[in-house]
Antibody, heavy 115, light 110 residues
């Protein structure tokens, strides 16, 4: 059974940084792309970033480009999202999902950017 | 604002058929496959349809997807109370070089 467990969310001041993690199990992690998706309170889903299985390809939404960095450690079956220069509008539940098609999702971790 | 649009709401009575549209452009729906997700209240999204019209195992055949040109549709036949949820389409956009979710549609069972 595929399991994805996000962690690292919390309260951070504007301009601050945070690193999210997503621990994966139940599939061969290194052979699948991984995706981050976020959902602001009461709003719709927003695609954030994705990375190929071998880390040779990454993509970002324009809204986070230059501030967020996606990475992965295949030896630890873990996906990361480094978030810098955080803004109030980055407040959201952040989900990690398996593959480009997001065929399995974690339960999400809440990031609140506020002073 | 998303480049892929959906109607904000749709509704039907139990047993009815409900259709949700997803409108995009040549750089997204017109050139890539569409996925659909169901998000029940307070839960994470779940993949409902992939590659325009394929159902993952466990998804009832009441759910079906289609695509034509720069638009896609999700149909729910035999609507049930447990289908009350938010539904999102998603597609890769070649111009943005990234994924895009539709604006989302809230389905209400009357």
């Amino acid at each position: 059974e595929v399991q994805l467990l996000e962690s690292g969310g919390g309260l951070v001041q504007p301009g601050g940084s945070l690193r999210l993690s997503c621990a994966a199990s139940g599939f061969t992690f290194s052979t699948f792309a991984m995706t981050w998706v976020r959902q602001a309170p009461g709003k719709g889903l927003e695609w954030v970033s994705a990375i190929s299985g071998s880390s040779d390809s990454t993509s970002y939404a324009d809204s986070v480009k230059g501030r967020f960095t996606i990475s992965r450690d295949n030896s630890k079956n873990t996906l990361y999202l480094r978030m810098n220069s955080l803004r109030a509008e980055d407040t959201a539940v952040y989900y990690c999902a398996k593959d480009w098609a997001c065929d399995n999702w974690g339960q999400g971790t809440l990031v609140t950017v506020s002073s | 604002q998303s480049v892929v649009t959906q109607p904000p709401s749709a509704s039907g009575t139990p047993g009815q058929r409900v259709t949700i549209s997803c409108s995009g452009s040549s750089s997204n729906i017109g050139s890539n496959t569409v996925n659909w997700y169901q998000q029940l209240p307070g839960t994470a999204p779940k993949l409902l349809i992939y590659s325009n019209n394929q159902r993952p195992s466990g998804v009832p055949d009441r759910f079906s997807g289609s695509k034509s040109g720069t638009s896609a549709s999700l149909a729910i036949s035999g609507l049930q109370s447990e289908d009350e949820a938010d539904y999102y389409c998603a597609v890769w956009d070649d111009s943005l070089n990234g994924g895009v979710f539709g604006t989302g549609t809230k389905v209400t069972v009357l």
